[in-house]
């Protein structure tokens, strides 16, 4: 079945297209979904799409997603302020903060560097790392970007950019997940498990 | 549905969907392809970094009847160049080869001349050859393998003799037409001012001659390696019809924001 081009339920199947993995069979169902809801229901959706695009700005500190001038984590007075974890994406900020594993700051880039792509340190959130190294105060900053060429490039970049503050510079690790065979592990993360062994 | 098996050399990979990447590979038995690894972000994807930009690996893909997009089912890593992923130099001259192959082939254009050639270009690179200088080198080879070879021997447009001009002694080279030009179809030209030393014309011959593990033994610096970087990033422009990714990415300009959350000032 399809819905021809025209009125408004071909136009709210069109807006659902262009989002990501949405194909039309799949745009066509949420649409009619939509239109057996209730109208509270489907307005309250309307509404939450609305407030978070005039709602939500960046955080003034760390560039992490905000309702205010400052992210909840940099409001918090009981994280550690003397290191930060920087992180490519706020939804990589989101995966960590779940593990409860870290009780220091975030800074997010809002992007990677790219030698394939042409994207170059102007497009990242680097220098405002830099400035909050300049206020002082912090002693670590653990590079968080992903094990790609792009996140290579990004840690390779901001360890030079970093350095000359005196703050520790760490990589997160790389190597085996949990759970997994040793022996289906691919080349590359087996050396680099092996060279980031730690005592015990 | 037949299944393809191949020596191949990822070119980029992007992200597609929830999890999976789409993959363009240049591959020794089909040329350059494009393939979707289903499920390749994942923590535990069974094709690990198999996948990562510059890998050289034996391939495994499905290929689908009347679709250009072919499924990855296994790669199997041959030499991962990691020395490349750890020096920013390094990993933008590969980026450059990989980008240059990417630019100038279309799908299914077969070459294992060019293919032994990038895995040549990428060698260097990995073992510690000037990374500027092995970038320059292999795109001349590249090009020459590709038909883009510039013509230093005769004018390009109107075959006549070729003559030193200038204060500089040089000849010039028109990117738009593919070579040197004579001074009088240079006149004619609007891109014709590039200017190329006797020394740099014979580099660029010497270049296209050598095979790409001899490449590596020529060298050049100062005002001619200067010339020549200037003229093949002309010229490598014209060829693949855009400006590629410098080089120097560095420096690059900056693009737009991808979010479009507010900002504070």
Redesign the interface.
Known sequence: MSVDNQGLLAQLIRELVRL??IGQKTAQRLAFHLLKTERDEALRLAEAIRAV?EG???C?RCRN?AEG?LCEFCRDPKRDHTKILVVEEPSTLYAIERTGGFRGLYHVL??S???????????IRAQELVDRLKDGGVQEVILATN???EG??TA??LTKLIKPFGARVSRIAYGI?V??DIE??????L?KSIEGRRDL | MSLLKTPAITL?SRRW??ADRIVTFYTLRFGKLRGVARGARR??S?????L???VHCDLNLFEKANDHLHRVTQAD?QE?F?GL????ER??S??RL??LVNAITAEGDQSSRKFETLLAGLRALQAGHDPGLTALLFQVKLLELSGYQPRTDHCVTCGGELHKTGEAKGFRFSPMAGGLVCDSCAWRRPDGGLVLSPGSVAFLQKAGQLTPEALTRLTVAGPMRRELDTTIEAYVTVVAGKR???VD???????E????????P
């Open positions: 990501p993995g695009k939500l700005v960046f003034r997603i001038e809002l992007g560097l790219s030698p394939l792509d042409g994207i170059g340190p102007s497009d094990p790609t060429i290579e490039a390779i970049y997940p759970g997994m289906y592990a691919d080349e590359v993360t050396i | 980029r969907g929830e923590l535990k069974r094709f690990g970094s198999a990562e930009p510059f890593i991962s990691a992923r750890e020096d920013l990993m933008a590969a980026a990989a980008n590629l990714p410098p990415f560095l420096a690059a300009e900056p693009r924001p991808a979010y479009e959350a507010k900002r504070w």
